[in-house]
């Protein structure tokens, strides 16, 4: 399925940005060498799911995914099927994602936090053909618990060792595939402009949509954050994100495999399982939120206990980075941070060391990509666009200093959200630059203005350890409880996830409530529980304008001190 104009293709295809190879293309490439470690489970994997942790050669892995992209076929997966995935960092996501592109599916990847709530909104917009889950995650069994919604209409594969009756069981054992699948793989003609992928995002416009990108549009981005690393097929990458959007499809399942090199996955997050696998495995390269990272170098007695030495670059982003960051990991351990600046929708910023030797100017500056007669090493800034544009009037921003909004065109940019005409009328210029609702202004020095600063967001998306979260998504479910008059959320900063989730309701008269009757509430309605508020305020009024909207950026300042 091709959702790209053909104007866009025919462009950068003679541009020679896009080209023919699909994701499994580059596996083939990287499977040139076949003896080579190429994916490494968690090594506390038995800790929350069925099996034990293995650890793949590129010549086993090619086994594993022709096996598994059997089972899918045998179960009626076929090219243009829309799947919805829900699985953990275990290797057998990054393998359902070759092996369902080997048969031309699209993957609907989802957090395994999403609840009946994420998950009724995924099948009510993607109408999908399947769901493909595990049958234990921390003593959940989710083929259960979440496969009720989709097998009444849809079929259900669960990996695991409690598989019911109803639902096609899967595994990573070796076996000839079907000669109907042989067959079918071999005369399929796949397209580096099919859909591969449709994430989900809270966007620029609030509520989440679907976010379709092609296999060269993640290419790009893949492309991008293995310029930003320096990667090569001698690093071994080290994988804290889920798997199911930006920072873990741009920032390291495409980059494994462009470079061929060594992916080692980890789940759920836990600083001193993370540590001790950088340790344990000689992690050469990884990603981590800019909380994280500074919450480390404020702790002296984790960083001399701290195996660090075989890690020569790390990526951060999300949020801000702070100067005293990046300066200390350069200075004083000789580990370059570089500055990521990414999105589903196919943002790639970003600030490397290369591109950016001085740490200091690395943390808050971003190339001003698309800028004539600059040049940057990084191979996507040659393909991309950028500029700014006022608010009010809509006019291009060129002076130093002035704040507007950041917009993107380029090889890297999705084609618009799913089946949202209207969110996609607001998104896009007439000239079809993507506007990101992220904030930025020239920098004010006549020697680096050629650079951006990053301001803040011109929408009020709520960013929990890399996870975006609608406000007025869980607005609108506040609307109905029956003690409140009215309630808004926002986010709140925090030092490890950068930001929380607050609640700031009015109480109906002769009513009270407690933070845990608002939790309750929303878990009824079955919504992650990574979007649950987790302090509430009581105020008299909520602050609006003169339209009648919230003003969030009255609500935050609510939680800078306890609650008396």
């Keep these: 399925m091709q959702t790209t104009p053909q104007s866009r293709?025919?462009?950068?295809?003679?541009?020679?940005?896009?080209?023919?190879?699909?994701?499994?293309?580059?596996?083939?490439?990287?499977?040139?060498?076949?003896?080579?470690?190429?994916?490494?489970?968690?090594?506390?994997?038995?800790?929350?799911?069925?099996?034990?942790?293995q650890r793949l050669t590129y010549g086993q892995l090619s086994q594993h995914i022709d096996a598994l992209s059997d089972l899918y076929f045998r179960g009626g997966i076929r090219e243009n099927d829309i799947v919805v995935i829900q699985l953990p960092n275990i290797i057998e996501l990054p393998i359902t994602y070759l092996a369902l592109a080997r048969l031309g599916a699209i993957v609907s990847p989802v957090p395994v936090q999403y609840g009946a709530h994420e998950l009724n909104q995924a099948i009510e917009k993607l109408d999908p053909a399947a769901y493909v889950t595990v049958s234990n995650l921390k003593s959940q069994n989710l083929s259960e618990a979440h496969g009720r919604l989709f097998e009444q209409q849809y079929p259900v594969f669960s990996f695991g060792d409690d598989v019911g009756a109803a639902i096609i069981p899967l595994n990573l054992q070796c076996h000839t595939p079907s000669p109907a699948w042989q067959t079918y793989v071999e005369t399929r003609t796949a397209s580096a402009n099919d859909i591969l992928t449709i994430c989900w995002t809270s966007g620029t416009t609030g509520s989440p949509k679907g976010v379709p990108r092609s296999h060269n549009h993640w290419i790009i981005s893949g492309i991008s954050s293995s310029d930003s690393a320096s990667m090569t097929s001698e690093d071994i990458i080290l994988n804290p994100f889920p798997m199911v959007n930006m920072a873990g499809l741009g920032g390291f399942l495409f980059p494994w495999l462009l470079s061929g090199n060594t992916l080692v996955l980890h789940h759920p997050f836990d600083l001193n399982q993370f540590l001790q696998q950088i340790a344990d495995e000689s992690v050469s390269y990884t990603i981590a939120a800019p909380a994280l990272l500074n919450m480390l170098l404020k702790d002296p007695d984790i960083m001399a206990a701290t195996d660090l030495s075989s890690l020569r670059a790390i990526g951060s982003g999300g949020s801000p980075l702070t100067e005293w960051m990046v300066s200390t990991f350069q200075n004083d351990y000789n580990i370059p941070v570089s500055n990521i600046f990414g999105s589903n929708e196919g943002m790639c910023l970003s600030s490397s060391a290369v591109d950016l030797p001085n740490p200091a100017d690395r943390a808050v500056f971003f190339p001003r990509y698309g800028l004539p007669g600059v040049q940057w090493k990084s191979r996507v800034s040659k393909m991309t666009k950028t500029r700014l544009v006022d608010a009010s009037s809509g006019k291009e921003i060129v002076m130093a200093g002035i704040q507007g909004e950041l917009?993107?065109?380029?090889?890297?940019?999705?084609?618009?959200?799913?089946?949202?005409?209207?969110?996609?009328?607001?998104?896009?210029?007439?000239?079809?630059?993507?506007?990101?609702?992220?904030?930025?202004?020239?920098?004010?020095?006549?020697?680096?203005s050629i650079y951006y600063r990053f301001v803040g967001r011109s929408k009020d998306i709520i960013v929990r350890g890399g996870m975006n979260i609608s406000p007025d998504e869980i607005d609108s479910l506040l609307a109905g409880h029956p003690k409140l008059a009215a309630a808004?959320?926002?986010?709140?900063?925090?030092?490890?996830?950068?930001?929380?989730?607050?609640?700031?309701?009015?109480v109906k008269p002769g009513e009270s409530v407690a933070l845990l009757d608002i939790t309750d509430y929303l878990r009824q309605l079955g919504i992650a529980v990574f979007k649950l508020p987790e302090q509430l305020r009581v105020v008299a009024s909520l602050p609006i304008n003169a339209t009648g909207k919230v003003v969030r950026r009255d609500l935050k300042p609510l939680f800078e001190k306890p609650m008396p």
């Design 9 to 53: 293709i025919d462009e950068f295809t003679q541009a020679k940005w896009w080209g023919e190879q699909t994701i499994y293309d580059l596996f083939v490439q990287a499977e040139k060498r076949s003896d080579h470690l190429a994916l490494v489970d968690p090594a506390n994997r038995a800790t929350f799911t069925d099996g034990f942790p």
């Design 407 to 448: 917009e993107i065109s380029g090889p890297s940019v999705f084609d618009g959200y799913w089946q949202s005409e209207q969110d996609n009328l607001q998104v896009f210029s007439e000239d079809g630059y993507f506007r990101t609702g992220d904030v930025f202004e020239i920098v004010d020095d006549p020697i680096n």
């Design 488 to 506: 808004a959320v926002t986010g709140y900063d925090d030092d490890l996830l950068g930001e929380r989730v607050g609640a700031v309701v009015v």
